[in-house]
Structures are given as structure tokens and as C-alpha cells.
């Protein structure tokens, strides 16, 4: 509801000046410029990121017909340059992209999904990593466990690290940033940190194997990268909405749990699903299930996301032009 009121100590939401005329939503305070902000749509984000996706599963068929026609060498050893460009690319195009399509379509940006992507990669390396991999020895834990412990282990360990030093950079940069005008930045600003997080967790990959097959190596980088997307869209959702209203306090922690058991999920059954069985005596190792799941995880994350943004900003804007 919307109503002046005699608060003098109310400040905006957004920008954080006091304000001496006061319009509210949902108990959030708003300056006049910032009220009828917070319900638009940040629309290069949506533009850029269905961009990127068509450029993965392109980047996916050239892989296939790659391993087809290219000689036994090429298919067996992708030198470690070549691999991190190949694990960084993806993640540039969409942040070159968000920007041009910014600047053609005059939506103005703030450099702040820039920074989060790079503290994503940053903590990636030298918080995450040396935490699951030098402390709690995860990956060799993991690997002598029962499946069903495989599965905890992910859920409660990995997806937990991970979404956690996602929700902590947006929490601590963006959160109290009045770059965070609208409820669908949220999404962006989780983009941006997974963006980050995700490739310097394949450029590591890369650089620790120090060579990739083609095939196999490639599409692990693209199984890896939409795990953590579908993560950071799942994550920014529960921040946007949270962060424009009064939410119930366990509202956000619903998010964080759910981002998390998603993420550890899926990390586990994308490589339980890889290792296959061909028959009762022989089994083998495919990388087409695990990138089925995690593209089909993500495509389906992406469009509900999206759509529940779009449907509760339009259910807003309707509100407020009842009150108006
Ligand atoms: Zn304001």
C-alpha cells in the first residue's frame, strides 16, 4: 500500500536517503525514483543469457562433429591453453553480451555484475577449493563412499560451500549496493558470481589434467557450467524477491537450502549417470547423460525463473497502478 506517512527516519530501500515522503511496499520504504523501479525487468539479462545458452549447445555440436571428423590426435589431446579458453569463453560472451545489449537497447548498467564475477572466480580458487579439497578431503572420500553417502556428501558438503560463497558475495557486495534497483538484478548479480565461480572451477580442471579430450573433457566443462547456472538462478530468485519485501524470515533460508540440494544433486547424478552400465559384466563411461540432466535442469530452471519474475513484477505494476 502506498501512503504518505509522518516517518521522518524512513529511508529508501535502494538508494538509503531519508525520506520525508514515504511510499511502501510490502513494509520496503522507496524514494520516488526507486518506487517505481524495483518491479522492471532488467531486460539485457534475459536477452544475453538466451544468447549464451544458443551459443552452448553450438559449442556442443561442434564438439560432436569435431570428435567425428578430426584426426585420432586432436580427439584424444586438447592441449591445457586450448582448454581454458574453451572453459572461460562461454562465461565471457554472456558478460560482453549483457553490456552490448545494454548499451544498444540504452539500459543502463552498473559495473557491479563485472566485480561479482570476479570475486565469484577468486573465492572459487582460494576459499572453496582449498576448503573441500585440502581440508575435508572431499574428492577422496567421495571416491571410496557408498552412493548413497556419494549423494549426501555432495548435497551437504559441496552444495552447501558452493551456495554459500555465492549467496555471502551478493550478500556483502550487492545486497546494500543501490545498484540493486530491481528484483530481477538479483538474478543477474547470481548470474554473475556463478559465471565467475564455475569457469575458474573448469579452468582449474583443465590446468590440473593439464590436457582434455576433445569430447569427453569438453563436455564435462558445459555439464559443470549449467550445474552452477542453475544454482545462481535458483539463488537469485529467493535474493530479488527477498530484498524488495518483508518476506518470512525463513523465505530466504528456503532459497539457500534448495539452491544447495539442487547443486549438490546434480553434481552427483551427472557424474553417477556418466558412468554406465553396458551390460551386467562390462560397464563404461558416457558424458551424454550427466550433460542431458544438467542442460535439461537448467533450460527448465531458466524458463520457471523467469517466469515467476515476469508474472509477480506484472501482478506488482498492476498493484501499484490500482493504488495510483
Ligand atoms: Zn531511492
Not at 531519508?18 to 520496503?28: G, I, P, Q, V
Not at 550478500?171 to 545498484?179: G, M
Not at 582434455?212 to 559443470?224: A, D, F, K, M, P
Request: hydrophobic share 50%; proline share 3%.
Amino acid at each position: 500500500m502506498a501512503y504518505m506517512s509522518t516517518h521522518t527516519y524512513a529511508r529508501c530501500t535502494v538508494c538509503g536517503q531519508t525520506l520525508s515522503r514515504t511510499l511502501e511496499f510490502k513494509n520496503r520504504y522507496y524514494c520516488d525514483v526507486h518506487y517505481g523501479l524495483f518491479y522492471q525487468n532488467t531486460r539485457p539479462l534475459w536477452r544475453a543469457s538466451i544468447l549464451t545458452f544458443g551459443f552452448l549447445v553450438a559449442a556442443l555440436l561442434g564438439f560432436a562433429i569435431g570428435n567425428q571428423l578430426a584426426p585420432e590426435r586432436f580427439r584424444d589431446t586438447v592441449q591445457s591453453g586450448t582448454g581454458i579458453f574453451i572453459a572461460i569463453l562461454p562465461a565471457l560472451i554472456w558478460i560482453i553480451s549483457l553490456y552490448r545489449i545494454g548499451a544498444q537497447t540504452q539500459f543502463q548498467l552498473s559495473p557491479l555484475p563485472i566485480t561479482i564475477f570476479v570475486l565469484g572466480a577468486l573465492l572459487s580458487a582460494a576459499v572453496t577449493r582449498p576448503f573441500l579439497y585440502n581440508i575435508v578431503n572431499l574428492d577422496i572420500w567421495i571416491g571410496s563412499t557408498t552412493a548413497s553417502n556419494r549423494l549426501m556428501g555432495n548435497i551437504l558438503l559441496n552444495g552447501f560451500t558452493h551456495t554459500f560463497t555465492l549467496y555471502a558475495i551478493i550478500r556483502y557486495i550487492a545486497w546494500d549496493s543501490p545498484a540493486f534497483m530491481r528484483r530481477t538484478d538479483g538474478v543477474m548479480f547470481a548470474l554473475a558470481a556463478s559465471w565467475g565461480y564455475a569457469s575458474l572451477i573448469n579452468i582449474l580442471y583443465v590446468i590440473d589434467l593439464g590436457e582434455i579430450t576433445l569430447l569427453n573433457g569438453s563436455l564435462r566443462l558445459i555439464t559443470q557450467l549449467c550445474i552452477f547456472l542453475t544454482t545462481g538462478l535458483i539463488l537469485g530468485y529467493f535474493i530479488g524477491r527477498n530484498r524488495f519485501e518483508d518476506a518470512p524470515v525463513y523465505h530466504l533460508s528456503v532459497g539457500l537450502i534448495m539452491a544447495a540440494t539442487v547443486n549438490g544433486f546434480m553434481l552427483y547424478a551427472s557424474s553417477a549417470l556418466n558412468s554406465t552400465s553396458l551390460s551386467l559384466t562390462q560397464s563404461g563411461f558416457s558424458p551424454w547423460p550427466g550433460l542431458a540432466l544438467s542442460m535439461g535442469g537448467l533450460a527448465l530452471t531458466f524458463s520457471t525463473v523467469r517466469g515467476l519474475m515476469q508474472r509477480q513484477n506484472a501482478l506488482t505494476q498492476a498493484k501499484l497502478e490500482q493504488i495510483a
